[in-house]
């Protein structure tokens, strides 16, 4: 969803994820910001302020030329994310859209005082989103959902928690406490427990269901084909799905019922491998799968020559969020901002690395399911950092400077102005020099002791360099090319082969 935001909400939004990523006693720079955010230094001053002044519970505390972010007491990302959405086309329209079940372009865009031309192209840069993260879509006039089921709702789930809805609870019409009395007692019948972070978040959930149900939309076969759950199971869910659906006033029928509470099915809380190896519905399959993941996990540390610090614990965890991740990946949303921060931060300083596991963990899923999941792959690579301890450090101490000479064919010290540009846009790793074109010898430059040659003219191919060709005026896209670059050649023990 982050990526259907306006670009200043998008650079605002990103900004203080970073900012809120670091720990207390740390500071960054404007130009540690404006590498995150890939902009000039002039527009991370600009968005800086616009921060503080657009959101008085954010303060931006500045020292020696570092920046930290502090909250006041009766605020926290959460407030955040709601504010951001509020402001949000794309975010009012999915709502309405998932509020009605259908509705026509011209009731649409009455609603949300938007023209239909407008309406049309909010919804195909929606459609960009949806169907690359959720394989869904929105249908031409009248709106609906296509997709899934499945799908529909896990986004619903992660959009929803990104609004923190919960609090405002204007998106169903359905009285909170009702719905909570429901999950109370179907909490119960499954023995679990049910704490206050599970419970915002299965309130969500079940709204969710319940909202979909209610418009004719089923999911639970989809369910029971997914986990291959024993008949004799659901016959004995069945049994007990009236009662609670009469104690709760929600007036369902069993296979409405049924379908709300999918998400019970399987028990996602486990913690050792007895415990995963004794339960019957998934015996036939554990050793395989978690097999799957050992062998990932050694891959990873014979590659990248690290230590892997908790050998047991990486391994369940992994497991968890790849088998139960009907539930504990959705779970996982309660901690949004963190969720997102850890992601964005490790794409920022380990783009290649990141690309690794994300092609490892696509293999991962679909070997398992026989299907892409790109929101499982984000949560697997999520819950890899997290539970490597020790990973950033790790790689950190890994890293060596990059030698970086730049050529400009371009008069009045053109190529001393793509070196300010390059210092202030590259990563930390990259060591930037000048190389003067009245000097230039293709001959020469095989002798030059640099890794990357960047210029603004083509040249040959020299052996041990990468050549890199820019425009004039570095776009966005050239600057990420060299950093890429950078960050590549910065792990000189480390070779990452796709």
């Known amino acids: 969803m982050k990526r259907s935001l306006p670009s200043l909400l998008l650079r605002e939004l990103k900004a203080v994820e970073f900012l809120n990523c670091l720990n207390d006693s740390q500071s960054v720079s404007i130009q540690e910001i404006s590498e995150v955010l890939n902009c000039s230094l002039i527009t991370s001053n600009n968005t800086l302020k616009s921060i503080e002044e657009k959101y ?4 931006l505390i500045y020292s020696q030329n570092t ?28 709502k309405t859209i998932f509020l009605n ?31 690359l993260d959720f394989n869904i879509k929105i249908s031409c006039s009248p709106h609906s959902f296509v997709g899934k089921e499945i799908d529909i709702r896990r986004f619903f789930i992660n959009f929803l928690n990104e609004q923190d809805l919960y609090e405002t609870w204007n998106f169903i019409k359905l009285p909170k406490n009702t719905l909570k009395l429901f999950i109370k007692k179907a909490s119960s019948l499954f023995n679990l427990d049910v704490d206050l972070s599970r419970d915002w978040f299965l309130t969500i959930l079940f709204a969710i269901n319940y909202t979909r149900v209610k418009q004719g939309f089923f999911i639970n076969n989809d369910i029971k084909q997914f ?31 049924l ?20 339960q019957r519905l998934i015996i036939d399959e554990v ?29 369940l965890e992994l497991y968890n ?39 490892e963990f696509e293999k991962l899923v679909i070997d398992t399911f026989k299907r892409n999941d790109s929101g499982l792959v984000l949560h697997m690579i999520y819950s890899f950092i997290i539970n490597w301890r020790y990973l950033f450090k790790d790689f950190y101490s890994k890293r060596e400077n990059v030698k970086v000479t730049v050529i400009s064919d371009t008069e009045y010290n053109h190529d001393q102005w793509l070196v300010e540009i390059l210092e202030k846009n590259l990563i930390d790793q990259a060591k930037i020099y000048k190389y003067p074109f009245n000097s230039f010898d293709i001959n020469n430059l095989e ?52």
């Open 321 to 359: 969020s790849l088998i139960f991740s009907n539930v504990k990946n959705y779970s996982e949303c309660i901690l949004y901002n963190k969720y997102h921060s850890t992601l964005t931060l490790f794409k920022t300083e380990f783009p290649q690395i990141y690309q690794y596991l994300e092609l």
């Open 56 to 59: 008085p519970y954010i303060k």
């Open 101 to 131: 079940g259908q509705i026509t372009s011209e009731v649409l865009s009455k609603a949300l005082y938007v023209s239909t031309s407008t309406l049309k192209r909010k919804i195909q840069d929606l459609n960009d989103t949806l169907l």
């Open 259 to 278: 379908d709300i509470l999918s998400p019970y099915l399987v028990n996602p809380y486990y913690s050792t491998y007895s415990e995963l190896a004794d």
């Open 447 to 498: 002798s030059l002791s640099s890794d990357i040659i960047v210029t603004n003219f083509p040249i040959d191919a020299i052996d041990g360099k990468q050549i890199v060709l820019i425009n004039n005026v570095p776009t966005i896209e050239d600057i990420s090319n060299i950093n890429k670059l950078v960050e590549y050649l910065s792990y000189k023990s480390i070779s990452v082969d796709f």
């Open 67 to 94: 920046i930290n972010i502090k909250f006041d007491l009766d605020a926290n990302m959460i407030t955040f994310y709601r504010d951001i959405f509020k402001q949000s086309l794309s975010a009012h329209i999915l």
């Open 227 to 257: 986990y291959c759950i024993p008949q004799n199971e659901i016959d004995e869910l069945i049994h007990h799905l009236k009662p609670i659906a009469n104690q709760s006033e929600l007036f369902l029928s069993v296979n409405e019922s």
């Open 287 to 315: 050793e395989y799968n978690y097999s799957n993941i050992v062998r990932l996990v050694n891959k990873f540390s014979d590659k990248f020559s690290l230590k892997i610090h908790d050998y047991e614990h990486i391994i």
